[in-house]
């Protein structure tokens, strides 16, 4: 409180400050449980608060985690507003990171991560691809490649989410075997370098994804029983209950397939879960194979 005043904050200052903090620490775990859209909704709320207050370190987080969320959540314009707003805050060696990943404007005249959504949404899928490869190969060189340790962990972060992101893309375009081989990139590294069990967990889950799509069904449950296992009831049902449920139904074990889908429906309406892994899709899946038990 000594510091607060010395720094010259009113009373309203000071009681925002404190509220943007719980803000802030709220996120973590609202997110590992998947509740995309209230952590969204609560961001937008105090986030000209954050601004008014001028504190460079908040704002760039609060468009940071804006922009991470609408990614997730499918909203490519609103992941594209508030990622360059985070991108104009950057500076120095920062901002030079960033550039040498995305390069200093995209030919859709953005520097914004939507990258290779933005012509897959114009069908052109090959360019798509390779901007996303390109994308990899500059967050892979900023995360293991350089000997600088600043921001290391953020960088193998960002370089794990690009993983992911193209993996995706992989699977929309059939080529499983460079999917497969991608996720496996992302579960070996993630093991030795972060052995984060969310980071781990997401490399699995997209492995089960992959095997999904090409009808490789008990590999899914190979993959993703390991995955869920690590977190059963938080993170692993967000993330890995649907393609499990599916897998196991696709198999013939119907009533243990459709316990997880409920399981994961009744889970995605409590936390609230954003757009790509809503659980509309749980819902008429679960009921299309109570179909077959009659």
Not at 105 to 118: R, W
Not at 163 to 174: A, I, Q, S, V
Not at 209 to 216: A, D, I, K, P, Q
Request: negative net charge; charged residues 30%.
């Amino acid at each position: 409180m000594a510091m607060e005043k010395a720094e010259g904050l009113s009373d309203d200052q000071r009681k925002k400050r404190v509220i943007v903090d719980l803000v802030m620490k709220r996120t973590h775990p609202r997110h590992m449980l998947g509740a995309l859209r209230p952590d969204v909704e609560e961001f937008e709320k105090y986030l000209g608060w954050v601004e008014a207050l001028g504190d460079k370190d908040k704002i760039r987080f609060f468009y940071s985690q804006l922009s991470g969320h609408y990614y997730w959540m499918g909203e490519a314009e609103k992941d594209d507003l508030y990622y360059n707003k985070y991108f104009d805050t950057l500076e120095g060696e920062e901002r030079a990171d960033i550039e040498r990943v995305y390069g200093p404007h995209l030919e859709h005249g953005s520097v914004a991560p939507a990258g290779g959504y933005s012509y897959l949404r114009e069908g052109n899928c090959e360019t798509a691809v390779l901007i996303e490869q390109r994308i990899l190969e500059g967050k892979r060189d900023l995360a293991f490649g350089s000997t600088d340790s600043s921001g290391k962990v953020l960088k193998q972060h960002a370089f794990f989410n690009a993983c992911f992101r193209l993996t995706r893309f992989y699977r929309m375009m059939g080529q499983w075997q460079k999917g497969l081989a991608l996720c496996q990139e992302a579960l070996d590294l993630s093991t030795e370098y972060s052995r984060i069990s969310a980071r781990i967990m997401q490399a699995r889950a997209d492995l089960g994804n992959t095997y999904l799509s090409m009808g490789e069904y008990d590999k899914v449950i190979a993959e993703c029983e390991v995955a869920l296992g690590m977190s059963p009831s938080g993170f692993g049902i967000s993330m890995i209950a649907t393609q499990l449920g599916d897998a196991y139904c696709r198999t013939g074990q119907l009533d243990k397939g459709i316990a997880l889908l409920e399981r994961r429906k009744e889970y995605a309406k409590r936390v609230g879960r954003g757009v790509i892994v809503e659980c509309e899709y749980c819902l008429p899946l679960a009921e299309g194979y109570h179909g077959h038990l009659s």
